[in-house]
């Protein structure tokens, strides 16, 4: 499974993407789209939006955090997953 996290550095809603990722040990490519006007180019193109996060997983556009399809498309299950960290 292929992921690319779209963001900026100031976006609290790119590091709460980043962050649920991270926690369910989910490896991901951050692409600054601040910095690579390519990059900018593409998810504007990929998604119809200049705002960010924009999430890639295989191909499938996700814009902004969207927590509920985010576990459905990655199969997490939420109330499985913590039960199991606060065991």
Do not use: R
Request: hydrophobic share 40%; net charge negative; glycine share 6%.
């Amino acid at each position: 499974m292929v992921i690319k996290v779209y963001s900026t550095p100031e976006c609290p809603w790119c590091e709460a993407v980043k962050d649920f990722l991270s926690f369910h040990n989910i490896s991901f490519e951050e692409i600054d789209v601040s910095v690579d006007e390519k990059a900018a180019q593409e998810i504007v193109k990929k998604s119809g939006q200049t705002g960010v996060p924009v999430i890639e997983i295989d191909g499938k556009i996700i814009s902004g955090f969207n927590k509920p399809l985010l576990e459905e498309i990655l199969g997490i299950n939420t109330v499985i997953d913590e039960e199991k960290n606060s065991a």
